[in-house]
């Protein structure tokens, strides 16, 4: 397994963010973290990142507990995209993507660095917009930077949290289809906090669902995403049917 999270749990004061959360993932594989807002996607993603200190649990990447790592070991091995990508950085689109190089950077940048960076600027569909600024770009061109930005760091596990928040439905196929194809040709394991029920049908391996920080349901998507349990954790009714053995969902109404 790249990615080992056992029994985390996590509290906001009274609150219970997080209530015994556990899952495996293996090399290759798209995990999605499914779940109405508050149901502990974002903050599950934080313990395994440690920006967020669990109370109990352990989370191990590639055999190693992430509490006994340092911080570059943490940037070799995790790479994070957050949810938002309205930052504004004084950069090149090339220097941006550079910065995921700097946990590999002894002395200075290498040809392999730029290398590596030019290589990812072609896959993601970037490297026409290379000497652009950052800020200059718009809300999808970003996301695909900082994802390219997490690849570059060559990590073991993927972690993004909402990719396709606020993209129109091109970007949000663009992106889901790079992280996919970036997951199966590089053995890289991926962890993504989604909405969209079917787009993690059709871009993902198995599906977890959240409800109030436990563990709901855990499953392929043919398993997991059926009426029954898009009533219990949205109270939604919804039709679900199949193609080429994926199911999409109808919303209906609330239960």
């Not at 590596?116 to 490297?127: A, C, H, I, T």
Request: glycine content about 10%.
């Amino acid at each position: 397994m790249k990615l080992i999270a056992k029994d985390v749990h996590l509290s906001y004061g009274d609150i219970r963010a997080l209530q015994g959360v556990s899952m495996d993932v293996r090399e290759g594989e798209v995990v999605s973290l499914v779940g109405p807002n508050g149901s502990g996607k974002t903050t599950f993603l934080k313990c395994i990142n440690r920006l967020l200190q669990p109370e109990r649990g352990t989370v191990l990447v590639a055999n190693r507990d992430v509490r006994d790592m340092g911080l570059r070991e943490m940037a070799r091995l995790l790479g994070y995209v957050p949810q938002s990508a309205n930052h504004a950085f004084p950069a090149t689109v090339f220097d941006t993507v550079l910065l995921g190089r700097r946990p590999h950077v002894n002395w200075g940048v290498g040809a392999k660095d730029k290398e590596v960076v030019s290589r990812l600027l072609v896959l993601m569909g970037l490297s026409d917009m290379a000497l652009r600024q950052f800020n200059e770009l718009s809300g999808g061109e970003r996301q695909k930077v900082l994802i390219a930005r997490a690849l570059a760091q060559e990590p073991e596990v993927l972690l993004l949290d909402e990719p396709t928040s606020n993209l129109d439905l091109r970007h949000q196929f663009e992106v889901l289809n790079l992280i996919h194809t970036a997951v199966k040709e590089r053995g890289v394991s991926a962890v993504m906090a989604i909405h969209d029920l079917n787009l993690a049908s059709r871009f993902s391996d198995r599906i977890i669902f959240l409800k109030n920080g436990s563990v709901h349901a855990e499953g392929r998507p043919g398993e997991v995403l059926t009426s029954g349990n898009i009533g219990e954790v949205y109270g939604v009714e919804a039709i679900v049917n199949t193609d080429s053995d994926r199911p999409y969902i109808i919303p209906v109404g609330p239960v």
